[in-house]
């Protein structure tokens, strides 16, 4: 069998593997737009700040292609489907014809209109090796950056440029940063945390024009402030990736719509990853997951099903494991639907905890500067353990003597 | 594969197994130095939870297919495909937890970078079972492998 796989990350990696291991004699082809093999995209950040190396960015090594039987196409970009021959066209005129193709285009940045921006040198986006490299070559110490966007991508951004420039504000329009994964108080926790490293920020406020001729030299802001700047960095969300999708004529719904297999509304063009949309199994909403394991998890289900292995994507849930200038941040599900949830919640100098608990299961949660056996807690959401079956308190530290002595025992020798 | 079993009735809650597993994981070997002297002091990777009514240690349980090896960003933690022992690479790791996070037996300590049960990598009897003072640690065959 002919198996074609556009994307080259997590997701169609991942789905290499369950291919060959279940369809030994398979051909693979990869298409990648990038002029990398595979790295971790979410080491940019690391990159930046100097703390992994461009030679340890790879994701999977180079005998991982040889092991798959994986023909790398690199910076060539497939631009169209034609799902009745069942071919691709690369951007340079290749043909490549499959049995089953893999759409595994992850994110791309979302960058909103803003008046005055045109194609300025000093304006980036973080979500490439590429970006990161070309923001390292800029940057220098005395340039004022001005990153517009306080969630995951931003404050990596911040991060990574703390180390090079001195003077960073990073902008979010919404009354905290992090919006979608922290509430007030936790997102509060994390401007101290950032503030106290040095990069300052501003909430309620974005950039609303940007002033300068051939660079970009300052920032009318929402607010009617005007700043400096001279590396803007946008960073205010990623968008599904469905160019290829939307050519190949598969249902979309910002994302690409599969069944529960992993499959596309087209026979034998299946999707997985960022550029997806999965089922929430924590609220029953389908949504865009653009989460690391969700995409390797949603990979490893495509792959199987396109060797001829059935296997059910029965949905996921959002989490989250960051660290912050060392502060270790964790969430899971629901974090801020505080009157619709009973909420448990510690906070301390060192740490906050808060649980969403509905019907007796656990929700969601949000763990800082503790993250000490997290993935309980998340077997607890994805199992909708029943709480009061717990032997001992949620806010306690959890571990395997929380559960009852069956339980425990099932855990131990279970595997 | 072969895996530590914790024999929960049997359990003392001495943390021995703690201790040990420390010292095998540091420079010198030594219980004494690897306490005293090493920087930064070794993790243990295995946990003894309770008290000393009911208490058990827990470590690694080297799933067949491994939610941390799935999640892990970097490609750190991998599984051997010849002997199934999960280990984190630490040269490769950074250290953002999306291991702990994910691991349902909470069998991942959060540091500088993950920490866990490496089986003691080529011995014959990794060191929490060998220094149990009451064989509440055993080192069998398990699992649903072949």
Redesign the interface.
């Known amino acids: 069998m002919k198996y074609v796989i556009i994307g080259n990350s997590a997701a169609g990696l991942s789905a290499c593997e369950r291919i060959k291991t279940n369809d030994p004699s398979c051909e693979i082809t990869i298409v990648s737009e990038e002029t990398y093999s595979n790295y971790s995209r979410p080491l940019i950040s690391y990159y930046l700040k100097d703390k992994v190396s461009k030679e340890n960015m790879f994701y999977r090594d180079e005998a991982f292609y040889l092991k798959n039987n994986i023909e790398l196409i690199l910076a060539n970009k497939a631009v169209d489907v034609d799902s009745v021959a069942k071919k691709v066209v690369l951007a340079d005129g290749t043909v490549l014809s499959y049995d089953k193709l893999l759409i595994a285009t992850g994110s791309i940045p979302f960058v909103p209109p803003v008046e005055g921006m045109k194609d300025q040198p000093n304006i980036f986006t973080f979500l490439s090796m590429k970006d990161s490299e070309q923001i390292k070559a800029y940057a220098k110490k005395d340039m004022k950056v001005v990153i517009v966007g306080g969630g995951l991508i931003g404050l990596k951004a911040a991060e990574g440029l703390n180390k090079i420039c001195s003077d960073i504000t990073v902008l979010e329009l919404s009354d905290r940063l992090l919006a979608t994964i922290l509430d007030k108080k936790g997102s509060d926790i994390i401007g101290n945390q950032i503030a106290s490293a040095g990069v300052k920020y501003l909430l309620g406020d974005t950039a609303s024009k940007i002033q300068g001729k051939d660079k970009v030299e300052s920032l009318v802001l929402k607010s009617g402030k005007i700043i400096p700047c001279d590396l803007l960095v946008m960073a205010v969300g990623v968008r599904p990736n469905v160019e290829l999708a939307q050519k190949a004529g598969v249902t979309l719904n910002r994302g690409i719509i599969t069944n529960e297999y992993l499959e596309t509304s087209i026979k034998d063009i299946f999707a997985a990853g960022d550029c997806t949309v999965s089922l929430d199994v924590i609220d029953g909403n389908h949504k865009i997951l653009a989460l690391w394991p969700n995409a390797v998890f949603q990979g490893k289900i495509a792959g199987e099903n396109m060797a001829g292995k059935p296997s059910l994507y029965n949905g996921n849930f959002p989490m989250n494991a960051i660290d912050f200038f060392g502060l270790q941040v964790m969430t899971c599900g629901v974090v801020n639907s505080d009157d619709d949830y009973e909420i448990k919640k510690v906070e301390t100098e060192q740490f906050y905890k808060k649980f969403s608990i509905k019907d007796d299961t656990l929700a969601g949660y949000i763990l800082i500067g503790v993250p000490e056996r997290a993935g309980i807690y998340n077997s607890l959401v994805r199992d909708k353990t029943k709480l009061s079956t717990l032997q001992g308190d949620l806010l306690d530290p959890i571990g395997i003597m929380h559960f009852t002595q069956e339980e425990r025992t099932k855990k131990i020798y279970g595997v | 594969m072969k895996?530590v079993?914790?024999v929960?009735k049997l359990c003392l809650n001495c943390k021995l197994c703690e201790v040990y597993c420390k010292t095998a994981h540091s420079k010198s070997k030594n219980v004494i130095k690897a306490y005293k002297y090493e920087t930064p002091v070794p993790e243990s990777r295995i946990?003894v939870?309770?008290d000393n009514t009911?208490?058990?240690a827990?470590s690694c349980?080297?799933?067949?297919h491994p939610?941390c090896v799935?999640?892990c960003?970097?490609?750190a933690m991998v599984k051997d495909p010849e002997t199934g022992i999960v280990t984190n690479v630490k040269?490769?790791c950074?250290?953002?937890?999306?291991c702990?996070?994910?691991?349902?037996?909470?069998a991942?300590?959060?540091g500088h970078i993950a920490y866990k049960c490496d089986l003691c990598q080529g011995e014959t009897t990794p060191a929490c079972v060998a220094n149990c003072p009451n064989h509440a640690l055993v080192y069998i065959e398990?699992?649903?492998e072949k």
Do not use: D, K, Q, W
């Not at chain 2, 349980?61 to 067949?64: F, I, K, L, S, V």
């Not at chain 2, 950074?94 to 999306?98: A, N, Q, S, V």
């Open positions: 895996r079993y914790a929960e946990f939870e309770g009911a208490s058990l827990f349980r080297h799933c067949e939610a799935e999640a960003i970097t490609g040269e490769r950074i250290g953002c937890m999306t702990l996070l994910v691991c349902p037996y909470g991942i300590r959060p398990g699992g649903s």
